[in-house]
């Protein structure tokens, strides 16, 4: 291509046709099924900041938008998109691949005079990997619905197909369950750095479902255990353990000026790894099975994260017995279980995914985690931390964000990464899919999380989606910083507060 043309994630195929541009104005007539012409105008209403009519007309009788059904173009999110003087046309086989070409069409659009220009071409797409996920950490600040829909937005605009709510840790529970209306009562008020709080209710968090669901998002909630649990004892302190506080967390604490964390007091710092539940008194397996079956029933995607992550708290074997039995647990409730990768070592329910957060390049403890999941059934889903954490800061100057993954993630860092490369043994099949996270130790609001996660949420979205790294001239960094700057003047109309980084050509606009 096409270097020229602001496309991310990188189309599997784009050519460009001799001949006039399509022009899009707001009375263009559109071609398609309600739902298909409702999300139609709703994503080329956001893109162009102005409401587009665009009246279903059958017949038109000036060049039209069609939108059409065609089983010929799969997997699911797949989709074509032709578009000439004469009329622009999208296909795809399932509502997510026209939601996905018209995505692709508010990237193509030149405003003009008299509308929006779209180049002749013909593009032939489809995704590297059904999984294309975000995580939004709501435990440590928390966000409301609106923001959390903002940033469903957001995802769908690159295609992704996921959101990972982490709605539990040591600062706050972030989930109101009728069974335990005790866990937001009692341990949902404070955030990091004595921030305030706030909750999902059950009403809240199935807007969260049915705005996702919408956009073709899937809700994977999170239950991070049996670390990673502070707050569960602060509403049941006969569930938690005393905090384990080693010289290193101590000395951590100290340097940073915070509270040691204490049982039964909010804890508002920014440690990991201290807290547990009992693993050695049923009644926690009896409010593991209540809280878990009642997500099932909250939840219609097929998938509940387990955590599992850093429970140095929590001793070894009874760790490994905990994620075999609740891991099955969550398989007898018909879900698939999703745990970070530390729990590859333990004996986990078979279909289990495993979410793997170590460096890109793997130390052997967390590589043989990580294949650990791909030698049973479940396979892998890839957050390395130190491309795709995107609450890492940029650079030195940064103003938000950590450096614990290996020092800042510059854009580049966030793009140069190969998927099939990343662990030994684990290749294209073994791979689910590729999830970016942003932790919000240092987050507060959607204007920081758009700081933070633009423009590399574009990166790790390219990850996912397009053919593997340097397999295309254009699936290189030259190309994507050129293509990245490209979307500066659509973000700015989607109200997309990006961090303006200097590496990057951003067109003006
Ligand atoms: C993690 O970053 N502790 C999964």
Redesign the pocket.
């Known amino acids: 291509m096409t270097a020229t043309l602001p496309l991310v994630p990188l189309p599997r195929s784009v050519s460009p046709s001799d001949g006039a541009p399509f022009l899009l104005a707001a009375r263009t007539p559109l071609i398609a099924e309600s739902d298909a012409a409702a999300a139609a105008r709703r994503i080329l209403s956001a893109a162009t900041a102005q409401t587009l009519d665009l009246p279903t007309d059958p017949l038109p009788s000036s060049p039209a938008i069609t939108l059409t059904h065609t089983s010929d173009i799969g997997p699911s999110g797949a989709y074509r998109l032709r578009s000439a003087v004469g009329g622009l046309e999208i296909s795809a086989a399932d509502a997510p691949g026209l939601a996905a070409g018209l995505h692709t069409l508010t990237q193509l659009l030149e405003p003009v005079t008299d509308g929006w220009e779209v180049p002749a071409l013909l593009i032939a797409d489809t995704p590297r990997f059904a999984y294309r996920g975000l995580m939004l950490d709501v435990a440590r600040h928390f966000f409301p619905v609106d923001d959390v829909c903002a940033v469903i937005d957001r995802a769908a605009s690159l295609k992704l197909t996921h959101l990972h709510l982490h709605l539990t840790d040591d600062q706050a529970w972030r989930l109101e369950l009728q069974a335990h209306p005790a866990l937001t009562d009692a341990a949902s008020a404070s955030a990091v750095g004595g921030d305030p709080g706030g909750f999902y209710t059950r009403e809240d968090y199935e807007r969260i479902v049915a705005y996702a669901a919408d956009r073709h998002l899937t809700v994977v909630p999170e239950i991070d255990l049996p670390g990673h649990t502070h707050a569960v004892g602060l509403a049941y302190p006969h569930l938690a353990a005393d905090p384990v506080v080693t010289p290193q967390l101590a000395a951590e604490a100290a340097a940073r000026g915070e509270a040691l964390p204490a049982a039964g007091t909010p804890y508002t710092g920014l440690g990991?790894g201290f807290s547990s539940l009992r693993l050695d008194d049923e009644a926690t397996f009896d409010f593991v099975a209540d809280v878990l079956g009642e997500l099932a029933r909250l939840t219609p995607g097929p998938y509940l994260h387990l955590g599992g992550?850093?429970a140095f708290g929590t001793a070894p074997e009874e760790y490994d017995a905990f994620l075999s039995r609740v891991t099955q647990l969550v398989a007898d409730l018909g879900k698939v279980p999703i745990t970070?990768h530390d729990a590859g070592r333990a004996d986990v329910a078979p279909e289990t995914i495993g979410?793997y957060?170590g460096l890109t390049t793997p130390d052997s403890e967390a590589a043989e985690a990580a294949q650990a999941f791909v030698h049973r059934a479940g396979g892998v889903i890839l957050s390395p931390?130190d491309a795709v954490?995107l609450d890492m800061k940029y650079d030195d100057d940064t103003p938000r964000g950590l450096t614990w993954a290996n020092g800042p993630t510059s854009v580049r860092r966030a793009y140069e990464w190969e998927p099939a490369s990343l662990v030994d043994g684990i290749t294209d099949d073994d791979i689910v899919g590729v999830e970016a996270?942003v932790?919000t130790e240092t987050i507060d609001d959607l204007v920081g999380l758009d700081a933070m996660m633009f423009p590399r949420l574009a990166a790790a979205a390219e990850a996912a989606w397009s053919a593997p790294l340097g397999s295309d001239p254009d699936r290189s960094w030259e190309s994507f910083r050129r293509r990245v700057g490209g979307l500066g003047p659509l973000w700015r109309r989607q109200g997309i507060a990006f961090h303006p980084d200097g590496r990057i050509p951003w067109a003006k606009g």
Do not use: H
């Open positions: 990991v992550d850093e970070w979410q957060w931390a954490y996270a932790w």
